[in-house]
């Protein structure tokens, strides 16, 4: 079964710097889908980035970005230039491209404090 | 507005009890996932229906069950209730959820509180 750890159960960075969340996963599947998700103070999942296991190219949404090591099983999120509204929890999710289902299995989470 | 409704939006029950969460999905959606967010355990799949059928299932207690109704709304239901069932429940839709990477669109939950 596959597995996802966030071992940084809350980070803090200050208004305009950058910060990395780390996540890694296991799983013996070569082809799988990777995710990260927000979740802000009002309880919504937020999809914020995804990465497509054999695409080599890490993905970038605007100020978010990912460092996807497959090798190493491990795709953590960079946050530039940070904003107060970054602050929120943070999952990481996994997707296998088998078993007929979309289902996500996710992280603890890390919450993420913004300091101005 | 992810366009996913859940209701209610906050629950309060006694322990032993039974309840009902309820979940819209969105428009043309056909598949609905149940998911348990709790401090210790985080978010946890619990099952997923495709178009009234059950598609997937996860860490779903045998105390919990769900379904979803020919209008293609889903309903948690838990019974004899305890400390530890109290968190935040999330439903999400997809719109076949068949293993095609789709997205999934998630409710804003019912927090359920166990006294």
């Known amino acids: 079964a596959q597995t996802v750890t966030q071992s940084q159960p809350e980070m803090s960075v200050q208004e305009a710097e950058t910060v990395t969340l780390s996540c890694t996963y296991d799983t013996s599947e070569s082809d799988y889908y990777l995710f990260w998700y927000k979740q802000p103070p009002s309880r919504q999942m937020i999809l914020v980035i995804r990465?497509?296991?054999?695409?080599?190219q890490n993905a970038t949404e605007n100020r978010f970005s990912v460092n996807f090591q497959k090798a190493a099983k491990s795709f953590s999120l960079k946050i530039s230039d940070s904003q107060l509204g970054d602050a929120a929890m943070y999952f990481c999710a996994y997707r296998s491209p088998f078993g007929n289902t979309d289902k996500l299995i996710f992280g603890t989470g890390t919450r993420l404090q913004v300091f101005p | 507005d992810s366009g996913v409704t859940q209701t209610p939006k906050h629950l309060i029950t006694a322990t032993g009890q039974r309840v009902t969460l309820r979940c819209s999905p969105r428009s043309g959606d056909l598949s609905v996932y149940w998911y348990q967010q709790s401090l210790d355990q985080g978010l946890q799949f619990l099952i997923q229906?495709?178009?009234?059928?059950?598609?997937a299932k996860g860490n779903i207690l045998e105390r919990f069950s769900a379904q979803q109704f020919p209008d293609l709304h889903s309903e948690l239901n838990l019974s004899s209730l305890e400390l530890g069932d109290s968190a935040l429940y999330f439903c999400a839709s997809s719109v076949a959820g068949r293993g095609r990477n789709e997205k999934l669109f998630f409710g804003s939950g019912t927090q359920l509180s166990v006294l």
């Open positions: 229906y495709y178009n009234g059928e059950e598609r």
């Open positions: 990465q497509e296991a054999y695409k080599q």
